[in-house]
Protein backbone atom coordinates (compact mmCIF):
# COMPACT_ATOMS: atom_id res chain seq x y z
CA UNK A 1 0.00 0.00 0.00
CA UNK A 2 1.73 3.30 -1.30
CA UNK A 3 1.26 5.95 2.07
CA UNK A 4 2.28 9.36 2.34
CA UNK A 5 2.09 12.44 5.19
CA UNK A 6 0.76 15.66 4.00
CA UNK A 7 1.87 17.79 6.51
CA UNK A 8 1.22 21.29 7.18
CA UNK A 9 -0.36 24.10 9.16
CA UNK A 10 -3.61 24.22 7.40
CA UNK A 11 -4.52 27.46 8.87
CA UNK A 12 -6.37 27.33 7.91
CA UNK A 13 -7.18 24.64 4.19
CA UNK A 14 -7.32 26.66 1.62
CA UNK A 15 -8.69 24.98 -2.39
CA UNK A 16 -4.48 24.90 -2.76
CA UNK A 17 -3.97 22.44 -0.43
CA UNK A 18 -7.43 20.71 -1.43
CA UNK A 19 -5.76 20.89 -4.84
CA UNK A 20 -2.47 18.95 -3.69
CA UNK A 21 -4.60 16.17 -2.01
CA UNK A 22 -6.98 15.59 -4.86
CA UNK A 23 -3.72 15.20 -6.98
CA UNK A 24 -1.75 13.09 -4.34
CA UNK A 25 -4.90 10.72 -3.93
CA UNK A 26 -3.89 9.22 -7.32
CA UNK A 27 -0.42 8.34 -6.40
CA UNK A 28 -0.70 7.26 -2.60
CA UNK A 29 -3.76 4.45 -1.24
CA UNK A 30 -3.52 6.46 1.72
CA UNK A 31 -2.66 10.57 2.70
CA UNK A 32 -2.12 11.15 6.59
CA UNK A 33 -2.63 14.96 6.35
CA UNK A 34 -0.70 15.78 9.73
CA UNK A 35 -1.58 19.42 10.93
CA UNK A 36 1.58 20.45 12.95
CA UNK A 37 0.98 21.88 16.96
CA UNK A 38 3.01 24.55 17.08
CA UNK A 39 2.68 26.21 20.74
CA UNK A 40 5.13 29.20 19.36
CA UNK A 41 2.26 30.87 16.42
CA UNK A 42 -0.97 32.18 17.46
CA UNK A 43 -3.33 30.46 14.90
CA UNK A 44 -6.85 31.56 13.74
CA UNK A 45 -8.06 28.03 14.50
CA UNK A 46 -7.62 25.64 17.78
CA UNK A 47 -6.11 22.22 16.11
CA UNK A 48 -9.46 20.91 17.06
CA UNK A 49 -11.10 23.32 14.59
CA UNK A 50 -8.55 22.88 11.67
CA UNK A 51 -9.07 19.07 12.14
CA UNK A 52 -12.75 19.41 11.70
CA UNK A 53 -12.49 21.75 9.09
CA UNK A 54 -10.16 18.90 7.31
CA UNK A 55 -12.58 16.50 7.93
CA UNK A 56 -15.38 18.29 6.61
CA UNK A 57 -13.89 19.55 3.37
CA UNK A 58 -12.37 16.10 2.55
CA UNK A 59 -15.25 14.29 1.49
CA UNK A 60 -15.74 17.10 -1.14
CA UNK A 61 -13.06 16.26 -3.35
CA UNK A 62 -12.62 13.75 -6.00
CA UNK A 63 -10.11 11.67 -4.63
CA UNK A 64 -11.05 7.81 -5.93
CA UNK A 65 -10.03 5.08 -3.58
CA UNK A 66 -8.06 6.92 -1.14
CA UNK A 67 -8.36 6.96 2.11
CA UNK A 68 -7.56 9.87 4.39
CA UNK A 69 -6.46 10.27 8.19
CA UNK A 70 -6.50 13.86 10.15
CA UNK A 71 -3.69 13.83 12.65
CA UNK A 72 -1.76 16.45 14.40
CA UNK A 73 1.75 16.32 14.98
CA UNK A 74 4.40 17.74 17.23
CA UNK A 75 8.53 17.75 17.15
CA UNK A 76 10.48 16.86 14.04
CA UNK A 77 8.28 15.57 11.28
CA UNK A 78 10.61 12.74 10.26
CA UNK A 79 10.37 11.03 13.87
CA UNK A 80 6.25 10.86 13.17
CA UNK A 81 6.64 9.61 9.86
CA UNK A 82 8.79 7.00 11.27
CA UNK A 83 6.28 6.29 14.32
CA UNK A 84 3.47 6.32 11.61
CA UNK A 85 5.70 3.89 9.56
CA UNK A 86 4.75 6.18 6.51
CA UNK A 87 8.26 6.89 4.68
CA UNK A 88 7.12 10.17 1.82
CA UNK A 89 6.44 13.25 2.52
CA UNK A 90 4.24 14.87 0.40
CA UNK A 91 4.15 18.53 -0.53
CA UNK A 92 3.26 21.32 -3.16
CA UNK A 93 4.86 23.84 -4.83
CA UNK A 94 3.24 27.01 -6.38
CA UNK A 95 6.31 28.82 -7.65
CA UNK A 96 9.37 29.47 -7.73
CA UNK A 97 9.56 31.35 -4.55
CA UNK A 98 8.51 27.82 -3.10
CA UNK A 99 11.25 25.99 -4.16
CA UNK A 100 14.06 27.74 -1.67
CA UNK A 101 12.16 26.60 1.25
CA UNK A 102 11.19 23.68 0.59
CA UNK A 103 14.56 22.38 -0.79
CA UNK A 104 15.59 23.52 2.52
CA UNK A 105 13.09 21.57 4.77
CA UNK A 106 13.41 18.38 2.32
CA UNK A 107 17.33 18.30 2.64
CA UNK A 108 17.16 18.93 5.98
CA UNK A 109 14.65 16.09 6.66
CA UNK A 110 16.59 13.48 4.41
CA UNK A 111 19.86 14.51 6.41
CA UNK A 112 18.02 13.47 9.59
CA UNK A 113 16.54 10.72 8.16
CA UNK A 114 17.63 9.37 4.60
CA UNK A 115 14.83 6.59 4.37
CA UNK A 116 12.55 9.13 4.32
CA UNK A 117 12.34 10.73 0.85
CA UNK A 118 9.66 13.56 -0.02
CA UNK A 119 7.57 14.08 -3.34
CA UNK A 120 6.89 17.65 -4.75
CA UNK A 121 3.97 18.01 -6.50
CA UNK A 122 2.91 21.18 -8.16
CA UNK A 123 -0.21 22.98 -7.46
CA UNK A 124 -2.58 23.99 -10.17
CA UNK A 125 -1.56 27.30 -11.45
CA UNK A 126 -5.44 28.86 -10.31
CA UNK A 127 -3.71 28.16 -6.87
CA UNK A 128 -0.05 29.96 -7.75
CA UNK A 129 -0.41 32.77 -5.45
CA UNK A 130 -3.31 31.24 -2.89
CA UNK A 131 -1.63 30.86 0.91
CA UNK A 132 -3.61 30.26 4.02
CA UNK A 133 -1.45 33.97 5.14
CA UNK A 134 -2.45 35.92 2.54
CA UNK A 135 -6.23 34.44 2.17
CA UNK A 136 -6.13 35.29 5.82
CA UNK A 137 -4.96 38.83 5.59
CA UNK A 138 -7.07 39.72 2.72
CA UNK A 139 -10.27 38.68 4.93
CA UNK A 140 -9.49 40.56 7.66
CA UNK A 141 -8.81 43.40 5.40
CA UNK A 142 -12.89 42.60 3.75
CA UNK A 143 -11.54 41.40 0.57
CA UNK A 144 -12.89 38.60 -1.18
CA UNK A 145 -11.77 35.13 -0.54
CA UNK A 146 -14.27 33.02 -2.48
CA UNK A 147 -12.85 30.37 -4.64
CA UNK A 148 -9.43 30.62 -2.45
CA UNK A 149 -11.51 29.01 0.63
CA UNK A 150 -14.18 25.80 0.59
CA UNK A 151 -17.19 27.92 1.48
CA UNK A 152 -17.44 26.58 4.63
CA UNK A 153 -14.10 27.34 5.67
CA UNK A 154 -15.31 30.74 5.16
CA UNK A 155 -17.55 30.81 6.97
CA UNK A 156 -16.27 29.97 9.89
CA UNK A 157 -13.72 32.53 9.32
CA UNK A 158 -16.82 35.24 9.26
CA UNK A 159 -17.74 34.02 12.50
CA UNK A 160 -14.35 34.52 14.06
CA UNK A 161 -13.79 37.92 12.50
CA UNK A 162 -17.37 38.75 13.93
CA UNK A 163 -16.21 37.70 17.50
CA UNK A 164 -13.18 39.44 17.58
CA UNK A 165 -15.79 42.87 17.17
O1 LIG B 1 2.23 24.59 5.82
P1 LIG B 1 3.57 24.94 6.35
O2 LIG B 1 3.45 25.84 7.55
O3 LIG B 1 4.49 25.49 5.28
O4 LIG B 1 4.21 23.55 6.87
C1 LIG B 1 5.48 23.50 7.41
C2 LIG B 1 5.79 22.13 8.05
C3 LIG B 1 4.74 21.77 9.06
C4 LIG B 1 5.84 21.06 6.97
C5 LIG B 1 7.17 22.25 8.72
O5 LIG B 1 7.22 23.40 9.52
C6 LIG B 1 7.55 21.05 9.58
O6 LIG B 1 7.71 19.97 9.10
N1 LIG B 1 7.67 21.27 10.89
C7 LIG B 1 8.00 20.24 11.84
C8 LIG B 1 9.37 20.51 12.48
C9 LIG B 1 10.48 19.83 11.72
O7 LIG B 1 10.44 18.64 11.44
N2 LIG B 1 11.53 20.62 11.37
C10 LIG B 1 12.73 20.13 10.70
C11 LIG B 1 12.55 19.93 9.21
S1 LIG B 1 12.63 21.39 8.31
Given at each position: MRRAIYP??????TNGHLDIIERGSKLFDEIIIAILYNPDKNPLFSIEERKALLEQVLPTINAGNCRFIVEDFEGLLVEYAIKRRVDTILRGIRAISDYEYELQMALMNRKLEPRIETVFLMAGEAFSYVSSRLVKQVFALGGKIDGFVPPLVEEQMRKKLNNKF
Open positions: GSFDPI
